[in-house]
């Protein structure tokens, strides 16, 4: 874990997270069609919103606000069972702030920083000096008081945690241009030429989505760009460069607050917005050292834990042996005579005989019937897979029935195997 410096008042404690998670993420396909991006499952057992979450709270941030839209009811509900555990008795507070028309009753959520400005009186009750604006929607672990600590210090306006990025790979970001104290010349978004870093010219600096203003600063700015009917209401396209041009903006670089473990080498962050990258992340954890560390008792990942009975490997003869090699296998899960190779289980998810998964995804819930061959698959949660069912071994038929993927992964939802009967 990094060092932190030596402090009697941690500014976490005067701050709020205001975590955006409303959006659908189309790239993972059928995976958001009934359930938000940031709700999608991740690691075994959490949801991609709980690193976001867990790096509030493990930053000493108690009071947070989680503003949804698309198809949130699946999100709303980890939320309630899992995140209800903050007190207002304690001075915390945990609010779950869905669109819901409450500036005016003809709009929802018009942008990210629309989706606070109508919450603005929300915020105003809980008088926290910072805000710490956060996307619901990526895999890293970060002590948000160094984001915090650096905002004060530098005097800035606006503080906007970057990632160090390959030049050749920025122009899918929006870029900082900064000088070489990091403070922000220019904002450019998806430029086909990406400003390099002062100290490094075959990196850039990406925007993570994440910001630190003071909170009476934000609040005027919002109400400032609200009444602007040229603006999309938007932090990245209108408030970020707004203050880049008329006030002071700092870069604050991932690498000097993420977290890391004894076993991590690098630091850690993942957009996991495509099947395949979704897919790889995950499939990832199963190596002997990830570069994920789950198990950093100092640095927990919080979540909704299910009650469940422990994993269960049942039948031990040639052919049907229930095992696991480099694998992940979550609570409540039964491999009955069946083989696991590089694969992740969540949940509740029964293996059965004669079967093979490798580099297998399978979220919670799952029924795997008997000899099946699978590899390099997604499969939904709560998907009835039929006896005799390979996947992984044939691109063309597979791209028939599945959502497959140009380097291979395979998508499985319950609709695409009931076609299969039809």
């Not at 994993?311 to 296998?329: C, N, P, T, Y």
């Amino acid at each position: 874990m990094i060092n932190s410096p030596g402090r009697t008042a941690p500014l976490a404690r005067d701050a709020m997270a205001y975590v955006l998670a409303g959006g659908r993420g189309s790239r993972l396909m059928e995976l958001t069609d009934r359930r938000a991006k940031p709700a999608v499952y991740f690691g075994g057992k959490t949801r991609i919103i709980d690193f976001a979450l867990s790096n509030a709270l493990n930053s000493g941030i108690r009071r947070i606000g989680v503003a949804t839209q698309y198809k949130a009811h699946s999100l709303i509900r980890h939320l309630q069972a899992g995140w209800n555990f903050l007190r207002q008795e304690r001075n915390e507070g945990f609010d779950i702030l869905p669109a819901s028309q409450r500036i005016s009753e003809e709009q929802w959520y018009a942008g990210t920083a629309d989706a606070v400005y109508q919450n603005t009186d929300i915020i105003e009750g809980y008088d926290p000096k910072y805000m710490v604006i956060l996307a619901g929607d990526h895999i890293y672990k970060m002590d948000y008081e160094q984001m915090l600590q650096e905002h004060v210090s530098s005097g800035a306006d606006v503080t906007v945690g970057c990632l160090e990025v390959p030049r050749k790979e920025a122009s899918g970001f929006g870029v900082m241009h900064v000088d070489d104290t990091d403070r922000i010349i220019s904002f450019v978004e998806k430029p086909k030429d990406p400003p390099a870093m002062p100290d490094n010219p075959d990196m850039s600096l990406a925007s993570m989505g994440i910001y630190v203003f003071e909170t009476k600063f934000l609040l005027d700015l919002l109400r400032q760009d609200a009444e602007d009917k040229n603006s999309t209401h938007d932090f990245g396209k209108d408030l970020i460069p707004y203050i880049v041009a008329n006030g002071k903006a700092q870069a604050h670089r991932f690498t000097k607050s993420c977290v890391r473990s004894d076993a991590e080498r690098q630091a850690y962050w993942r957009d996991v917005g495509t099947v395949d990258a979704y897919w790889e992340a995950n499939v990832d954890l199963t190596d002997v050292v990830p570069e994920l560390d789950l198990f950093d008792r100092a640095w927990p990942i919080w979540t909704y834990s299910e009650i469940t009975p422990p994993a269960k490997f049942v039948h031990d003869e040639d052919g049907r042996r229930g095992m696991a090699i480099s694998s992940l296998v979550s609570g409540a899960c039964i491999v009955s005579g069946a083989a696991l190779r590089r694969s992740l289980l969540f949940t509740g998810v029964r293996v059965n005989s004669f079967s093979a998964l490798n580099e297998a995804v399978v979220l919670p819930y799952v029924e795997i019937g008997r000899q099946c061959r699978l590899t390099k698959v997604v499969i939904d949660r709560g998907v009835e897979i039929p006896e005799g069912l390979v996947v992984g071994e044939d691109p063309e038929l597979d791209a028939l029935r599945f959502r497959r993927t140009e380097s291979g992964i395979c998508l499985i939802t319950q609709a695409m195997i009931d076609r299969l009967k039809a």
